[in-house]
C-alpha cells in the first residue's frame, strides 16, 4: 500500500528555522516525483513545486523560489521542505504528495506549522 | 502563473447534480489535457477524483466525472450524496502545476 506519512506539527518564532519530512513507503521511491503543496487557515490549495528524488532536481513555483528548499534522502525514502527563516505568513498546513506523470495520487496527512512570536 | 477561477460555492439536492467550472488560459487548462480534480473534507488531505480531464481513479465512484472545452474544465457531480459535501480544487499541469480557486459545494 502506498503511503506518505509527514512529519508532526511544530510551533515555532519568526526568524527560526525548520525541516518537515514526507516519508514514502509502499512503492520505489525514486520512481515517481514528490511535491509540496501550501494550505494557508480557511484558503486554497498552493503549488509550491516539485523534486524528483532520483537525483534531486527541484523545480520551484516562482511564489516560493529562494524561501524554501527541497531536498530527499534516498536511503530513508524521505523528502524534506525547509525553511532557513520563517515569518508569520508561513503559518499553514504543507502536504506532500506522489507525482504520477500529469497528477498526483496519494498525499500525505499534512503538517500544520504555525508560526507565531 | 495565477490560480485557475473557480466558482466560490455550488449546492444541490441529494439525487441531483452539479457542475463545476475551472476556467484557466491556453498556458494551462487550454494548452494541455492534463486536467485534476481534488476533493477536500475539513481537516483532511485532498483525494485526487479525476486525472487527465476525465479519467477517474480507482474506486471513485462513477458519479463524477470530469470535461474541457478551450480553456475551462469542468467537473460534474450526479447523484448527489451527503458526503459530497466538501471543497473541490481543479488542478492543470502548465510546466510546472497550477490550482483552483476552490468551490464549497453544499448538499441541501
Known amino acids: 500500500e502506498v503511503q506518505l506519512v509527514q512529519s508532526g506539527p511544530e510551533v515555532k518564532k519568526p526568524g527560526e528555522s525548520l525541516r518537515i519530512s514526507c516519508r514514502g513507503s509502499g512503492y520505489t521511491f525514486t520512481n515517481n516525483w514528490i511535491t509540496w503543496v501550501r494550505q494557508m487557515p480557511g484558503k486554497g490549495l498552493e503549488w509550491m513545486g516539485w523534486?524528483?528524488?532520483?537525483?534531486?532536481?527541484?523545480n520551484y513555483s516562482p511564489s516560493f523560489h529562494g524561501h524554501v528548499t527541497f531536498s530527499v534522502d534516498k536511503s530513508i525514502t524521505t523528502a524534506y521542505l525547509q525553511w532557513s527563516s520563517l515569518k508569520a505568513s508561513d503559518t499553514a498546513v504543507y502536504y506532500c504528495?506522489?507525482?504520477?506523470?500529469?497528477?498526483?495520487?496519494?498525499w500525505g496527512q499534512g503538517t500544520l506549522v504555525t508560526v507565531s512570536s | 502563473q495565477s490560480a485557475l477561477t473557480q466558482p466560490p460555492s455550488a449546492s444541490g439536492s441529494p439525487g441531483h447534480s452539479v457542475t463545476i467550472s475551472c476556467t484557466g488560459t491556453s498556458s494551462d487548462v487550454g494548452g494541455y489535457d492534463y486536467v485534476s480534480w481534488f476533493q477536500q473534507h475539513p481537516g483532511k488531505a485532498p483525494k485526487l477524483i479525476i486525472y487527465?480531464?476525465?479519467k477517474r481513479p480507482s474506486g471513485v465512484p462513477d458519479r463524477f466525472s470530469g470535461s474541457k472545452s478551450g480553456n475551462t474544465a469542468s467537473l460534474t457531480v450526479s447523484g448527489l450524496q451527503a458526503e459530497d459535501e466538501a471543497d473541490y480544487y481543479c488542478s492543470s499541469y502548465a510546466g510546472g502545476n497550477v490550482f483552483g480557486t476552490g468551490t464549497k459545494v453544499t448538499v441541501l
Open positions: 487527465d480531464v476525465n
Open positions: 523534486i524528483d528524488p532520483s537525483d534531486s532536481y527541484t
Open positions: 504528495a506522489r507525482r504520477v506523470e500529469t497528477y498526483f495520487d496519494y
